[in-house]
């Protein structure tokens, strides 16, 4: 069944063609919310909330990117809950670090990735999830929606019901911050692609 | 100076630079900026190594299944569901209704309410003497049957009216009595009686008017049973000055009152409604 027929389905109320299209994106759901929240709980509770109000308001979805339509939800369910929790970085850095299973289990990687790069990847991601929690809630949305995920900035301004303007300069001020953070935490730990130059202006 | 502030510019730029977001003029002025300042070139490598590093993280996989439970499988819509929110908003709007109008007639009848009531004592007794001097002319033989009945109540009623706040309505009523029991005595004593009972004078005339049925009275079998249904009969005698009294202090239908209670008819319809949809939709 394609997608199209599947939705049709469901927007009548089929819960089990629904499901399909959960399954079809839950990992990429769940990843936004992860990187966006950097905990677990957090990221499966808005995946969760998002899959129910996405299955309630299917009738709102007009066609396009279903999977932009799930990660809009998805972000705007994140944004709420970090307006309930008004969480202090330093708070969620220590829970981070506290936790061994901070990044969970990973899409394999290439079959030609050496052991080696598949470590580097995770340390990597690791240390800039530990930075992106640093940030204040409305850089890290627009950081983890433009780097993580791709999005375009129009794109990002429509989630964030911001403008342009606003969200260059956060993005802006965004990237400035976290290489402030990488440089100051892990600096010389970072393989060789990834060395940040030292010197600053 | 002028490098300082072109410094702090660029480096604003970075961003913007790298998601080819910028103008044609910054983006000039920019690569004309880098081509000279090593710090702002290192700067944007640095992001730009940020960048895809962040592009480069993994997808991490989601930890459970996120499909729903059956039970959240939606009923097919019965009618009464969609109109729950409807049936809502109806009910809020006719609740408010009801409450603005009725707020707005009771304060509106508070403000009236002292004038028409003291017009009402002054208004009854000349209308219900009037009935009196009608009656006087009626058959003979119905009016005795009246008269024992309507004796009694006469002195009991005037005790009554005493302590009754309705003072105005006992004079009367005593008159309406006397006039009932008039046409038993002859024409000249009802006109005496009808005469002193104009001025207004009870008691004496009480007595008199009470004394002259008291054969009658005696001949009826059960005069103490008789007063208190005739004591009801008393209010009903009042009735008609209350009515009476009313009448041109308002109209007999009010058109507010008719709204009123549609309107509240409507809350309690549609609130019932509501609590079916709502029972309903869970």
């Known amino acids: 069944m394609d997608e199209n027929a599947l939705i049709r389905s469901a927007q009548k109320g089929d819960i089990d063609a629904f499901n399909r299209l959960v399954l079809a994106y839950q990992h990429q759901v769940y990843n936004l919310a992860y990187r966006i929240m950097s905990e677990e709980a957090a990221a499966a509770d808005a995946t969760q909330e998002a899959f129910i109000s996405a299955y309630n308001h299917l009738n709102s979805f007009r066609g396009g990117s279903l999977k932009s339509w799930l990660l809009r939800i998805v972000t705007n369910a994140c944004y709420d809950d970090l307006r309930r929790r008004k969480r202090r970085p330093a708070t969620s850095l220590e829970d981070l670090m506290g936790d061994e299973n901070g990044e969970a289990e990973f899409d394999l990687p290439s079959p030609t990735d050496g052991p080696e790069t598949i470590v580097q990847q995770r340390e990597m991601a690791a240390l800039l999830q530990r930075g992106i929690t640093t940030l204040p809630d409305d850089q890290r949305i627009v950081l983890v929606l433009s780097d993580v995920q791709g999005m375009s900035y129009d794109e990002i301004a429509e989630i964030t019901k911001s403008n342009l303007g606003t969200v260059k300069s956060r993005l802006n001020r965004a990237r400035a911050k976290l290489r402030e953070y990488l440089l100051q935490t892990q600096g010389e730990l970072l393989p060789e692609n990834y060395r940040l130059d030292s010197n600053q202006g | ?282």
């Open chain 2, 1 to 282: 100076m002028a490098r300082q502030t072109d410094h702090h510019r660029a480096k604003d730029l970075i961003s913007a630079y790298l998601d080819q977001q910028l103008t044609a003029e910054e983006k000039q002025f920019f690569e004309l900026h880098i081509a000279a300042c090593a710090d702002c070139r290192a700067q944007l490598e640095a992001t730009r190594s940020m960048v895809a590093a962040l592009r480069a993280m993994p997808v991490v996989k989601a930890p459970r299944s996120f499909v729903l439970p059956r039970e959240m499988a939606k009923q097919p819509k019965r009618s009464i569901f969609a109109w729950y929110p409807a049936l809502r908003l109806a009910t809020a709007l006719a609740a408010i209704a009801f409450v603005v109008l009725f707020a707005g007639d009771v304060l509106i009848n508070r403000t009236d309410s002292g004038g028409t009531a003291l017009s009402v004592p002054a208004a009854a007794p000349a209308p219900l003497l009037e009935q009196a001097t009608e009656v006087m002319p009626a058959p003979a033989a119905t009016i005795v049957a009246q008269a024992a009945p309507t004796a009694a109540p006469a002195s009991a009623a005037s005790n009554y009216a005493a302590t009754e706040p309705g003072v105005a309505a006992a004079p009367p009523m005593t008159a309406g009595a006397a006039a009932k029991v008039a046409p038993t005595e002859t024409i000249t004593q009802t006109d005496s009686a009808a005469a002193r009972l104009l001025t207004l004078t009870p008691t004496p005339e009480m007595t008199a008017v009470a004394a002259a049925p008291q054969p009658l009275l005696e001949a009826t079998s059960e005069p103490a049973a008789e007063a208190p249904a005739d004591r009801s009969a008393a209010p009903a005698v009042e009735q008609p000055v209350t009515t009476t009294a009313a009448v041109p202090a308002a109209p007999a239908i009010d058109p507010l009152r008719v709204i009123e209670l549609a309107l509240l008819g409507l809350v309690i319809v549609l609130g019932v409604a509501m609590f079916i949809a709502r029972r309903k939709q869970v």
